[in-house]
């Protein structure tokens, strides 16, 4: 079985749980412009402002991604929240703590703040898969595969500029295609898509802007064969989508209200959504991820892996987290060179002639870090801890 049917943090890392000598933590906030600007429904964004955390032991370095934003217009933390929270909580603890389990139990009293804690454990679990010289997937006990790529298309000022979008991404062999949608771009918009390309698995993604009110709005979603709409009400809702699930036909997916496997249970136990977008940096991690992907398999919920468009090193991990067999849908994860045009990792993400990705081999994330070019694209950078 390629999923994991245990407690994973258990079963990955309460074997080995001592943490390594650590002999120093940087963080490191680095800017990377977008190749074109990027537009959901609540904002606009020209670059990638990343949060990185630079664990070093010895020969080896372990790194990791917030996903965060430098701004709050998608999710309530920001890289200075997340910050904040990594040098004055997470990581004083992490090297005051015996183990790692000592840690995990700590950072679970830690409220909310899932995009900090994640971006600790993802340079954790990268520097101890290095240090055992495995690759993530192994060390989370997982099979590596052929990942099936998606992509996620902006909010666009044209119904025209939409329709070459959509079209440079099925000449590219992507086996999905997601459209933000808001108010005022929406039925239109996808039926534009819909009727020029009838056999494409086409989804919305409206990221939060509708309420309940505009539920027969949305039913006019319900004609164009959409595999699902993404969080089309509040940022924060449960409850509303289960009442709107009852009254549309097209399986909600949950994105931005789900940050545990708690959020995951009472979604899927209210009929809130029948798909669920799992972002590791958006729910703590990736064992939390796999702890929730775990849970949706045995309801029988699919669910996919999202992205925040990360720079490689995040789409490494969320690369990693697709070889868990309970990804059954294509995710976010599309080509590095559609964001950036110098990215901070090597090799870039590409699909291969059937739009598939492979997981980069080699121990921890497998992709090379390019420190020179984390230094190019540095705005700011803190030692938190140093031995
Ligand atoms: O809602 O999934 C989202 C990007 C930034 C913030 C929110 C979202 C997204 C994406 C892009 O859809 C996913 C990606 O290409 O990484
Ligand atoms: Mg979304």
């Not at 630079?54 to 933390?77: L, M, Q």
């Not at 802007?209 to 004609?223: G, I, T």
Request: hydrophobic content about 40%; proline content about 5%.
């Amino acid at each position: 079985m390629k999923y994991l049917k245990k407690d994973n943090f258990q079963r990955v890392l309460g074997e080995a749980s001592e943490i390594p000598a650590i002999d120093l933590i940087e963080v490191i906030i680095v800017d990377l412009p977008f190749v074109s600007p990027f537009s959901i429904s609540s904002y606009t964004w020209t670059g990638k402002e990343a949060l990185l955390i630079k664990i070093k032991a010895g020969n080896y370095t372990g790194w990791g991604e917030c996903v965060a934003d430098p701004d709050p217009f998608y999710s309530p933390e920001t890289t200075v929240s997340s910050q904040y929270i990594i040098k004055e909580f997470l990581i004083p603890q992490l090297t005051a703590s015996k183990n790692l389990a000592e840690y995990i139990e700590y950072a679970g009293r830690v409220r909310g703040n899932m995009m900090a804690k994640a971006a600790v454990e993802n340079a954790l679990l990268d520097l101890t898969a290095k240090i055992k010289g495995v690759p993530l997937y192994d060390l989370l006990g997982l099979q590596p595969c052929r990942i099936m790529s998606g992509i996620s298309i902006g909010i666009k000022d044209s119904i025209g500029e939409l329709i070459s979008s959509v079209q440079e991404a099925v000449d590219l062999r992507y086996h999905r295609v997601k459209m933000k949608i808001k108010k005022g771009k929406d039925i239109e918009w996808v039926a534009a898509v819909r009727e020029k390309f009838p056999d494409l698995p086409l989804m919305a993604d409206a990221n939060g802007d509708y309420s309940l009110d505009d539920a027969e709005h949305l039913k006019k979603l319900d004609e164009f064969d959409l595999t699902m709409i993404e969080q089309p009400l509040s940022y924060s809702d449960i409850y509303f989508h289960s009442k709107l699930q009852k009254e549309i036909k097209t399986p909600l997916c949950l994105d931005e209200s789900i940050h545990s496997l708690e959020d995951a249970k009472s979604a899927i136990e209210l009929g809130s959504c029948r798909i669920i977008n799992i972002k590791q940096g958006r729910v703590g991690g990736m064992i939390e991820a796999l702890r929730i992907a775990d849970y949706a398999r045995s309801m029988g919920v699919p669910v996919w892996s999202g992205g925040m468009d990360e720079t490689g090193i995040g789409r490494a991990f969320n690369l990693h987290l697709q070889s868990s067999a309970a990804f059954t849908l294509p995710g976010d994860t599309s080509e590095t060179k559609r964001y950036f045009a110098e990215d901070i990792v090597s090799p870039p993400v590409e699909l291969d002639q059937d739009g598939y990705i492979d997981i980069p081999e080699g121990p921890g994330i497998g992709v090379a870090v390019l420190e020179e070019k984390v230094e190019k694209f540095e705005l700011r950078r803190e030692t938190i801890f140093s031995r």
